[in-house]
Every structure is written in structure tokens, then in C-alpha cells.
């Protein structure tokens, strides 16, 4: 992109395109997709405020690590999008904000890349992110159609990561119209990815939740790291049913708006199987007062999905905006109980759940 009038226009086309990709984009940011009747569980929880922080607020460093890789920030774009002109063009502009703020970012399915090369240049986001994390992205549920060790480190390839994340998105893929539902087997033909792929796997759901007898299950296959995309944030189902012209599904998927597990319950839950793996707290988070939440129940890093993708649509502007505004607010909520740096606010006592 060249020039502040492109850097500020939105990528978003005009009109319905019919392709997937972009559908979802639009229908994420137009329709009413987020869950009903279940929440995040993070508004359960409070900082204790410190009135005496001791703590020179300009001095405070939200630098980290996760899984031997330095970071700016302990926050993460969470992946979304790819596979298409204006998807691409969106994944340009997050990889270079990531960059420039020094966040971690995800890409979405490399599927349609790996399957169609024409589409690779779409997730080549490593070109504009030289230094920070990059994950790669594809459905674990593929490893049942046809896709094995081969085809992960081609995704890896494609994005220029540093890891791959295989996501489960079980009930996405039965509301979608074209979904693989067949999830047999997938724990075995995940380890062996983890046995031979040269970068560290995870996995993470799309917004139902990981809970700690799942993860321990991951942990004991070779997973390095889990994303838990907990309840509270974006419903696929909801976003499928839009998609949907069985009418029996497009009815069903209201059954399934409140569907999950709490994004606070999965991150403690997790956490409490290992205190080593790496573990992505993500799934419903709006401000950077979430982000240090769910540091101090124990996540490594804070993922943002939707909460950023309209304003990456909208503009180069309003996506700093908002990255800006979540660092502060993160950098605010540890100044308010004296949280020099990221070490501190992990495992804080000053975090209470709430009574009511």
C-alpha cells in the first residue's frame, strides 16, 4: 500500500463477493455474531486497586517471552483471515502494525494457499513483520482429508512462521455448508505433526473453549502450546447460520449461541494441568484490562480477534488507534496495582473473582 490515502481506505469490497473468506469478514463485522447467554468470564474478575504502586508508570515494560521468543508486548493478533485479494490485503495491514507495536499475529486457515498456490501471496505477512511471531494457521480436522506433515510445514512456509497452530472448530464445520465433520482420530495424527514438524505446534479452538482434561490430552501428544479461544467473543455458528440455506441448521444454530466454555474458566483450568506449556488466553477480550486479566490467571500471551478486525478494515489509522489504546490500558491496569513488568502481573494476588 502506498500513499496515507491507501493506508486509510477501507479493504473491505463494497459488495457481496460470494467468496467465503470474505463473507465471514462481513458478516463478523455487519451481523449480530457473538454469543448469547455465555460470557468470557472475565467480568467476574476484579484488580484489587493499590493506591501506593510504588511503581514509576513510565518505567513499566510489557516486554515478554513465549517459547523462547522475545516480544515487545504479550499480545497477539489472533489468527483470522487470508485466501483472498482483500483478505490478504487485510492480513498486510495487521502484520504491519503487529510489527511496528511489536505484537505477536496469527494468520487464518493457510488451507486455501497450500491447495492453491495462486493464493499463497495472501498470508506472505513475514514481509512485513521481519521480527516478531508468526503463526501459522490450518484446521486440524484437514489431517482426516488428505493433509499431513507435508502440507504443515508448506503452511509454514507460505506465512513465514515461527509456529503452527491447528485449530478445532468442530461445531463451525458442521453449521458451515461445506464443512468436514469427520474428527476421528485426530489426537494420533496430531502428535505425529508435532513429532516431525521443525517449528513447536499448538492448538487452539475458534471460540468454544479448551478445558484442562482436553489440554492434557494435547500436552501428553507433543503440544507446545495451547490457544484456549474460550466462549464470549465471536459464535461460528451464528456466523455459519448466516451462511446456511438448510433451513434446519440455520434454525438449530440458535440452540448453539451459548454454547462454550468461559475464556477465564479454560485459561485456569489449563494452566492447572502445566505450569510450563505455552498458553494463548483468548476469546471475547475488549480492552487491555482483559489482556491483564488474563495474565495473572496464567495466560502467556492475550489474543484479539474481532475487537480488532473492523478497525484493521477501516483504516491503517484506527487499527494503531486501538493497538495503542489496548497497550495503554494493560500498562494502566498494572500501574493500578503496582505491576512493573509482565513477571508481576502473571499469577497476581491483587486479581479476585467476585462475589456476585
Keep these: 500500500m502506498n500513499g496515507k490515502h491507501d493506508e486509510n481506505r477501507s479493504l473491505l469490497p463494497d459488495a457481496p463477493t460470494g467468496e467465503r473468506k470474505i463473507e465471514h469478514v462481513r458478516l463478523c463485522l455487519n451481523e449480530e455474531v457473538g454469543s448469547v447467554g455465555v460470557t468470557s468470564g472475565l467480568e467476574k474478575y476484579r484488580f484489587r486497586h493499590n493506591a501506593l ?8 515494560s510489557l516486554g515478554t517471552s513465549f517459547l523462547g521468543m522475545s516480544l515487545r508486548t504479550p499480545l497477539l493478533i489472533s489468527s483470522m483471515t487470508g485466501g483472498s485479494a482483500a483478505t490478504g490485503a487485510i492480513n498486510e495491514r ?3 502494525a503487529a510489527e511496528e507495536r511489536g505484537w505477536a499475529m496469527g494468520v487464518g486457515s493457510v488451507r486455501a494457499a497450500v491447495e492453491k498456490g495462486e493464493l499463497a501471496s495472501t498470508f506472505h505477512v513475514r514481509k512485513h513483520a521481519p521480527t516478531i511471531p508468526v503463526i501459522a494457521n490450518l484446521g486440524a480436522v484437514q489431517l482426516n482429508y488428505g493433509f499431513g506433515v507435508d502440507e504443515c ?7 513465514g512462521a515461527n ?5 478445532l472448530n468442530g461445531l463451525q464445520e ?7 465433520i469427520n474428527f476421528s482420530g485426530l489426537l494420533s495424527r496430531i502428535e505425529e505433526v508435532c513429532r516431525q514438524l521443525h517449528v513447536p505446534v499448538g ?17 501428553r501428544a507433543g503440544v507446545n502450546f495451547v490457544d484456549v479461544a474460550g466462549a464470549g467473543g465471536t459464535s461460528w455458528s451464528q456466523v455459519e447460520k448466516f451462511r ?8 438449530a444454530a440458535e440452540a448453539f449461541a451459548g454454547w462454550g466454555i468461559p475464556t477465564a474458566e479454560c485459561i485456569t483450568e489449563v494452566r492447572k494441568v502445566s505450569q510450563q ?15 491483564a486479566k488474563v495474565l495473572a490467571l496464567g495466560a502467556d500471551l492475550a489474543g484479539y480477534g474481532r475487537s480488532v478486525l473492523g478497525p484493521a478494515v477501516e483504516s491503517e489509522d484506527s487499527l494503531h488507534a486501538v493497538l495503542a489504546q489496548v497497550e495503554f490500558e494493560l500498562r494502566a491496569a498494572m500501574f493500578g496495582i503496582g505491576a512493573g513488568d509482565i513477571a508481576a502481573l502473571r499469577g497476581n494476588t491483587r486479581l479476585v473473582r467476585s462475589l456476585s
Design 153 to 159: 510445514r508448506r503452511a509454514v512456509e507460505i506465512a
Design 244 to 251: 446456511s440455506k438448510d433451513p434446519v441448521r440455520r434454525a
Design 277 to 291: 506449556a505455552g498458553l494463548i488466553g483468548s476469546g471475547g477480550l475488549k480492552n487491555g484490562v482483559d489482556a
Design 203 to 219: 492448538v487452539k479452538e475458534v471460540g468454544w473453549g479448551i478445558d484442562g482434561e482436553t489440554a492434557a490430552r494435547l500436552f
Design 163 to 167: 509456529l503452527l497452530v491447528l485449530h
Design 174 to 180: 458442521l453449521f458451515q455448508p461445506e464443512g468436514n
Design 53 to 60: 504502586p510504588e511503581t514509576d508508570f513510565n518505567e513499566i
Design 94 to 96: 495487521l502484520a504491519v
